[in-house]
Nanobody, 126 residues
């Protein structure tokens, strides 16, 4: 079992920035693929960003490319989502997720991730 704990959400004005950490205590963190997804109000959960086990490969949804950065620190068992130039349409509950070491071909698929955090609310005001 992998426990994931997100933090760092809050209310920010459009154009602002937030950094979301997700802690994953345990010895298996550096073998896990990690991702961030979000669920806007009244909509389905959608993929946001992915980082592989080493941090050497990342992938982003088109809607956040160039504004968001995913990274990980395996020494701290933590994955981060740095969000810049935030827009009101970025308002959502953001979830951290963990998946198997290799997720080639399915890293954007919500159902491919095995473990989820409880989510953290991000609200962007216009």
């Amino acid at each position: 079992q992998v426990q994931l704990v997100e933090s760092g959400g809050g209310l920010v004005q459009a154009g602002g920035s937030l950094r979301l950490p997700c802690a994953a205590p345990g010895r298996t963190f550096n073998s896990l693929s990690m991702g961030w997804s979000r669920q806007p109000p009244g909509k389905e959960r959608e993929f946001v960003a992915f980082v592989n086990w080493s941090g050497g490969y990342t992938y982003y949804a088109d809607s956040v490319k160039g504004r968001f950065t995913i990274s990980r620190d395996n020494a701290k068992n933590t994955v981060y989502l740095e969000m810049n130039s935030l827009k009101p349409e970025d308002t959502a509950v953001y979830y951290c997720a963990a998946g198997p070491t290799s997720m080639i071909g399915m890293l954007t698929a919500i159902a491919a991730y095995d473990y989820w955090g409880q989510g953290t609310q991000v609200t962007v005001s216009s």
